[in-house]
């Protein structure tokens, strides 16, 4: 259960190595309230890693899934192993992929295969998920949208279209959730520092994965709403969603 | 009882302090029949009782399980005229019950800090009064109790059988409650005879209480725990006996009829510790240094009671109270000392003495002191802040109430409570398949 001052004890996540949600579940850890971590992704070092990370905060329960967000007809089965083995309180769907924009635009098969991994595999989780929280009567789902989600930019349009689509699924989804024990935290950062933007140049308001955490751990249990990342990002966001098309794409973001 | 047990609502609910809500099937039987039938289906997420809600945290509350609202047992038996005994179903309120029988000349053993409480909830909660002293909790003063057990059967128990201690303090876990049979006091007049008296230290307040609790039958202290330097703990203690008098019996009509109620729009309170303290000082100032006077009942017991739905005062976010039960002095004067040290924006803090607990393995009071503090839950200093707490409770052997608990660890739980396992034991008993769960239960593993 999420108690009344917002520590939870289980937490599923769908992207087991992302660092947004390693420093998230090690902020979770921090009341000790934490029991139970499901870390669903796909095998090998990276999660075998990411689970000794989980063990080394005194998790005493940490159990592992596999999870492809290519395998779209698995979904509901990871989404139910997590569930059937005891109510989850907060769902992170953490995974995704940041691809060179260039090398999409060349290869519209492999544009689509991005929207399948960020997109589509959101929206089949997600509404699993939301099924089997809206019957344990509680639970937060978190989704790691993005700012650019808000009006992708021409130098990412590919990744922008899918975190616009999974934006809008989760803030329209987490709407109709009022009343129901369940809620949806649509999550904005701007950018990360994390292995995702390892070689791009951080821009003024980049922040690190602990800042994203934080501002998941704050909010969760107050019910649906978004959440930018750092805070002054939505004003940033605010005002170029107004500019211009033609001022827009000239802009050196 | 009467009517029809209607279908089930999907609901949200919460317990006092408006924190953590969980949606649940809540249903008012109509009838033990039906209450019975409703439990032997077994539903999947489990059942639990639900009062009038006054337990501040997710005692009454079972996240996408049933919920048996208890409105529907509202029946009062006569009053015994020699011994006081009455029975009532669970469903009936202590305010219900105190209208009836106060005009007869009898009043309820023990009686929270609100009448909206019902039998049913004060027994799963073994509630405690500022009588504690001397006339023990709510159990020290049943007859018996009739539960619906977890396999659906009516059991009617007595502090003879062993069985019957797991019910109160047991919250609800270990059936629910259909109806009690509680021993009533007499009483000549519906008026207290009450002597306060102002404290300017925490020494002060705890030897005023000391004293107030060898020459009366009810006593509390309202303290300060934001006044800085030596007036921290300061206060204002209260004691009262009722009145002797059968001319100031006017029949019950002391009892307010309707609360004022708190408008949706009212603006929240502004907790912080620079206006608490304000509010503090205001307070102690306004409060005489000595004096005796004659109240209604309800100004005495339920001051908070004159306001309907108070606790939507604390905003969105809700508030969580902290009791905390110590035998040695030395951790009262310590956790207010962490209250101070951390500015936390401590509301209403109340101090109490206990006297010896119940033979109940979960029943809350223990001898010594008892400490309520209300804190917004919005407040993010507030969960760590409280795991200290609750650190230094247990190094001294203490507790914390799970009727006003939102926030405990399950590992603390143990070791506040070394009679669990009894516990466990007989609710084993009463409840093999652990059809009895609320969101207290599966937070605490309980
Ligand atoms: C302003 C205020 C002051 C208070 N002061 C005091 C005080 O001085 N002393 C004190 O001891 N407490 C105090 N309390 C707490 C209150 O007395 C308890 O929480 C009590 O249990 C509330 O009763 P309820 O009917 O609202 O029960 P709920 O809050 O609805 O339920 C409380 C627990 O009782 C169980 N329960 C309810 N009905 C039944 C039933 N029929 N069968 C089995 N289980 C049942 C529930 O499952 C739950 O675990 C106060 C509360 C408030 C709001
Ligand atoms: N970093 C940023 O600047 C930033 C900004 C805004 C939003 N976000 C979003 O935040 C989330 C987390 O990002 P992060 O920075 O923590 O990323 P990260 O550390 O790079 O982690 C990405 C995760 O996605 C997983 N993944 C990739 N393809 C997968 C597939 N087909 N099936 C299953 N898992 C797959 C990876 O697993 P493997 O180990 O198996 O590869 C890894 O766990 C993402 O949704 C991202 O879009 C990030």
């Keep these: 259960m999420i108690d009344a001052c917002g520590a939870a004890q289980s937490v599923l996540v769908l992207g087991a190595t992302s660092e947004i949600a390693g420093a998230t579940v090690a902020r979770l850890a921090e009341g000790g309230r ?22 080394a905060l005194r998790v005493p329960a940490v159990e592992l899934v596999d999870f492809d967000a290519r395998d779209r007809v698995g979904h509901e089965g990871v989404i139910d192993v997590a569930f059937d083995g005891g ?20 290869a519209p098969l492999a544009a689509a295969e991005v929207v399948d991994v960020n997109c589509t595999a959101v929206v089949t989780t997600l509404l699993a998920a939301t099924r089997r929280m809206r019957a344990q009567g509680h639970g937060v789902i978190v989704v790691l949208s993005s700012a650019g989600a808000v009006r992708p930019r021409g130098s990412t349009a590919v990744y922008g279209a899918t975190k616009a689509g999974v934006d809008a699924l989760a803030t329209a989804l987490g709407d109709t959730l009022a009343g129901s024990g369940v809620s949806i935290l649509v999550v904005r950062p701007g950018f990360v520092r994390t292995r995702m933007t390892a070689g791009r140049r951080p821009p003024p308001l980049a922040v690190g994965p602990e800042d994203v955490a934080a501002a998941i751990v704050a909010n969760l249990g107050r019910g649906s709403r978004t959440v930018w990342v750092p805070a002054s990002m939505r004003y940033a966001m605010a005002a170029l969603a107004v500019t211009p098309r033609s001022i827009f794409r000239r802009l050196p973001i | 009882m009467s009517g029809t047990t209607r279908p089930h609502e999907r609901r949200p609910l919460t317990g006092w302090g408006r924190t953590a809500p969980t949606v649940a099937d809540v249903v008012v039987p109509a009838t033990v029949d039906d209450l019975r039938c409703l439990i032997q289906r077994q539903p999947s ?11 501040y945290g997710d005692a009454a509350q079972n ?17 015994d005229p020699t011994s006081g005994l009455v029975t009532c179903g669970a469903g009936v309120s202590l305010d219900g019950l105190i209208r009836t029988v106060l005009p007869q000349g009898w009043f309820v053993p023990v009686t929270p800090g609100t009448r909206q409480v019902t039998v049913g ?3 799963a909660a073994d509630i405690h009064g500022k009588n504690h002293h001397g006339d023990g909790s709510i159990c020290a003063h049943l007859d018996s109790v009739v539960l619906v057990d977890g396999r659906g059967e009516l059991r009617t128990l007595t502090p003879e059988d062993d069985l019957f201690w797991a019910v109160p303090g047991g919250m609800g876990l270990t059936g629910v409650i259909v109806a009690a049979t509680l021993r009533l006091i007499p009483v000549r007049s519906d008026r207290m005879v009450v002597d306060t008296v102002r404290t300017a230290s925490l020494d002060e307040t705890m030897e005023a209480l000391a004293e107030a609790d ?3 039958r009810y006593s509390v202290a309202w303290v300060d725990c934001l006044a800085g330097g030596g007036g921290l703990g300061r206060g204002v203690v209260t004691a009262g006996e009722h009145a002797a008098s059968p001319g100031e019996h006017d029949g019950g009509g002391r009892l307010p009829t309707t609360a004022w109620a708190v408008p949706s729009w009212a603006p929240r309170l502004p907790l912080s510790p620079r206006t608490v303290r304000l509010f503090n000082e205001a307070y102690h100032r306004a409060a005489p240094r000595s004096r005796r006077s004659l109240e209604p009942l309800g100004s005495f017991f339920h001051p908070l009671d004159v306001v309907g739905e108070w606790n939507r005062l604390y905003g969105a976010r809700g508030f969580v109270q902290h009791q905390l ?3 040695d002095p030395e951790v009262v004067r310590q956790v207010i000392a962490m209250f101070a040290a951390h500015r936390a924006p401590t509301f209403l803090c109340v101090l109490k003495r206990f006297g010896p607990g119940s033979a109940a393995p979960l029943s809350f009071p223990q001898p010594g002191w008892t400490l309520a503090v209300d804190l917004p839950a919005g407040d993010r200093r507030v969960g760590a802040l409280l795991d200290e707490v609750d650190a230094a409770v247990i190094a001294g052997g203490g507790r914390v109430y799970l009727a006003k608990d939102a926030r405990l660890a399950p590992s603390a739980l ?17 409840d093999p398949d652990h059809v009895f769960v609320s969101d207290l239960a599966r937070r605490l593993h309980l």
């Design chain 2, 45 to 55: 997420r489990g059942v639990i009782a639900r009062g009038l809600g006054r337990s």
């Design chain 1, 34 to 55: 934490l029991e139970r971590v499901v870390l669903a992704g796909r095998p090998g070092r990276g999660r075998v890693a990411a689970a000794g990370r989980v063990t």
């Design chain 2, 414 to 430: 143990a070791q506040m409570y070394p009679r669990l396992d009894e516990w466990r034991r007989l609710r084993e008993r009463l």
């Design chain 2, 63 to 79: 996240a996408g399980g049933l919920v048996l609202e208890t409105g529907g047992l509202d029946q009062i038996g006569p009053v």
């Design chain 2, 121 to 123: 909830g004060a027994v």
């Design chain 1, 87 to 106: 109510d989850i309180d907060v769902a992170l769907l953490a995974w995704g992929v940041l691809p060179e924009e260039d090398s999409v635009r060349a």
């Design chain 2, 214 to 216: 060898r020459t009366h």
């Design chain 2, 325 to 327: 039960a110590v035998r």
